[in-house]
């Protein structure tokens, strides 16, 4: 049974960091894109970061770039998004999602979703 489960999501300040977790179980690790999205109330869901099954590439959304750093460790079967430079306009449910052979934006190509963390960043 393929599982994730993400942590690390909080209540921070503007301009604080924070680094989410998403630790998987249940597939070949080594084998699969993994993504992060987010999703705010009343909002589609949209992506911010995803990294290759050998973690040599990352990409990230326009807002991401330059304060989000996607990595993995493919030892521990877990992929990480540190967060700087939070603005209230990144609060959102954050999730990780798994697909194999797939790194790219598109939400509705993963397969396997986390049940997500909570990012409040307040003024």
């Known amino acids: 049974q393929v599982q994730l489960v993400e942590s690390g999501g909080g209540a921070v300040q503007a301009g604080d960091s924070l680094r989410l977790s998403c630790k998987t179980s249940?597939?070949?690790?080594?084998?699969?894109?993994l993504g992060w999205f987010r999703q705010a109330p009343g909002e589609e869901r949209e992506f911010a970061a995803s990294i290759t099954p050998n973690g040599d590439t990352a990409y990230y959304a326009h807002f991401a770039k330059g304060r989000f750093t996607i990595s993995r460790d493919n030892a521990k079967n877990t992929v990480y998004l540190q967060m700087n430079s939070l603005e209230p306009e990144d609060t959102a449910v954050y999730y990780c999602?798994?697909?194999?052979?797939?790194?790219?934006?598109?939400?509705?190509?993963?397969?396997?979703w986390g049940q997500g963390t909570q990012v409040t960043v307040s003024s």
């Open positions: 249940g597939l070949s690790f080594s084998a699969f894109g």
């Open positions: 999602a798994a697909k194999a052979s797939y790194s790219g934006s598109d939400y509705r190509v993963y397969d396997y």
